[in-house]
């Protein structure tokens, strides 16, 4: 949710007020206008209005400026819903409607591939303009997301900032609220505000994760579970003392918050004997498999979103019991074990050994004996792994990280997979890929969007690849 902003070289400043006509918006969700023969970038613009800007940078191929008001307003333009729009950096596009905000996705997808498949393959392959779109994927609006790391910042008189990152600087914007996440989270800033100012021990805190799990205290007999209980982390700089322990227990009981503390070396919940297994935290999928996770590993923040991508990912697999499967990037199992009860067996492999035991573990708490899981290097050479000899894979799904998987999607046209679902965080790699999976023989099947960051810029896509 925070965005970081490194200073540009020096540009020439204007501070002139123009009245320009906005064309479009840049991949970024930034209008885009022309002004003395060069773009002109405004923040806040859309197609189609009439703005008046104060140029506040210029350079030799473009320009920047910040609106200050509209005398033509877009018919797709609405309210802001949150108090923060336009200080906080962590959504880009409150002021456009929902359908626009997908159009603008869509759109920002189809130009990517454009400049990714080379004049051939577009002809032979693919139209990029006319890319197969399914329904997208979408879930609430707002209140959806259900993990987020909080920055604090302490002035000189120690006096705490809580929030998030304004935009174009490293600087928080004090947050009162944030609607994009899930209640409770999302009035916490005031609570976590007024804590923090009665701190003994001043300017010891880091930031803040904040995240929406069900969890079981293991170190109680009973095994206690909660479901949708408030995880706080606090990343602590310096030692508590006692008097600061008591008052985060007291708020912690007060408004039912399980707190666990980083020193940095390792994880404890507060008031416990410092012990890494005194909780578990882990979220239910739909089709009740439950997948555990610590409070650093990677989710899906987006649990409605979450689960239609795992129903959509079987069903345009089409995923028979006769099916041997190759999950890619597998991370804890969120795919591998929804794929392994429909399949004949399910092979997942992850580069980071301590995410393939938490993997394995999934599937053991979850009764699942047919899903083995791997660790490889998935950006390296792997074909002559034994776990890719030892199987005939029927099908692959692959979900990387932002930097997609250009090596494995070579290699998996190297095995000649028939059917490859390729789930994507970053537009531009995933354009790179598919132009490397449709010039060795496979045809782009179906494409669709998951709005997994409604409100934001961020485009989240599910492509099916056969040959």
């Not at 910040?66 to 906080?88: A, E, Y």
């Not at 909080?150 to 929030?163: M, Y």
């Not at 969890?215 to 982390?233: H, M």
């Not at 059917?419 to 537009?427: G, K, N, T």
Request: aromatic fraction near 8%.
């Amino acid at each position: 949710m925070a965005n970081f902003y490194k200073a540009s070289v020096k540009a020439k400043q204007s501070n002139q007020l123009v009245m320009v006509s906005v064309d479009k918006l840049d991949i970024n969700g930034v209008g885009v206008a022309r002004w003395q023969n060069k773009p002109l970038f405004i923040a806040g613009a859309l197609p189609n209005e009439m703005v008046k800007v104060k140029v506040i940078e210029q350079k030799n191929k473009y320009a920047r400026a910040k609106l200050i008001s509209i005398s033509k307003q877009s018919d797709s333009r609405v309210t802001p819903h949150c108090q923060h729009f336009g200080v906080c950096g962590g959504c880009d596009l409150q002021m456009l409607s929902i359908a626009e905000q997908l159009d603008f996705k869509k759109t920002k997808v189809s130009e990517l591939f454009s400049r990714s498949f080379s004049a051939q393959q577009i002809v032979n392959k693919l139209e990029a303009k006319d890319l197969p779109w399914q329904d997208s994927i979408v879930g609430t609006a707002w209140n959806y997301r259900r993990k987020a790391r909080i920055g604090v910042q302490f002035d000189k008189k120690c006096q705490a900032t809580i929030g998030f990152r304004q935009k174009l600087t490293n600087q928080l914007a004090s947050i009162k609220s944030c609607p994009v996440l899930v209640e409770p989270l999302n009035a916490i800033f005031p609570l976590l505000k007024k804590l923090l100012a009665q701190l003994t021990v001043k300017s010891s805190i880091g930031h803040i994760e904040v995240i929406q799990a069900d969890i079981i205290k293991t170190n109680s007999p009973e095994k206690i579970q909660t479901d949708n209980q408030v995880v706080l982390v606090i990343r602590q700089l310096r030692p508590m003392n006692n008097s600061d322990v008591e008052l985060w227990q007291s708020y912690a009981q007060q408004h039912c918050w399980h707190v666990i503390v980083d020193d940095g070396n390792e994880q404890f919940t507060l008031g416990d004997i410092k012990a890494s297994s005194a909780v578990e935290l882990s979220y239910t999928l739909k089709d009740k498999n439950k997948i555990y996770f610590a409070s650093n590993d990677f989710i899906q923040i987006n649990h409605q979103v979450n689960n239609a991508m795992i129903s959509q990912a079987l069903a345009w697999l089409d995923i028979s019991p006769t099916d041997n499967v190759l999950d890619l990037f597998c991370g804890l199992g969120n795919f591998s074990l929804a794929l392994a009860k429909k399949s004949k067996s399910v092979v997942g492999v992850e580069g980071v050994q301590v995410m393939v035991d938490k993997a394995c573990k999934n599937a053991e708490v979850n009764s699942i004996n047919n899903c083995q899981f791997y660790q490889a290097d998935l950006n390296s050479h792997w074909l002559l792994e034994p776990w890719v000899k030892a199987t005939v894979f029927d099908k692959v799904l692959l979900d990387p990280a932002r930097a997609g998987a250009e090596q494995a999607v070579a290699q998996i046209a190297q095995l000649k997979i028939p059917s490859v679902l390729y789930v994507s965080c970053d537009p531009a790699t995933l354009a790179r890929d598919s132009a490397i999976l449709v010039s060795q023989g496979y045809k782009l099947e179906k494409i669709s969007l998951m709005d997994m960051f409604s409100q934001t810029k961020h485009v989240e896509t599910m492509v099916l690849f056969t040959q």
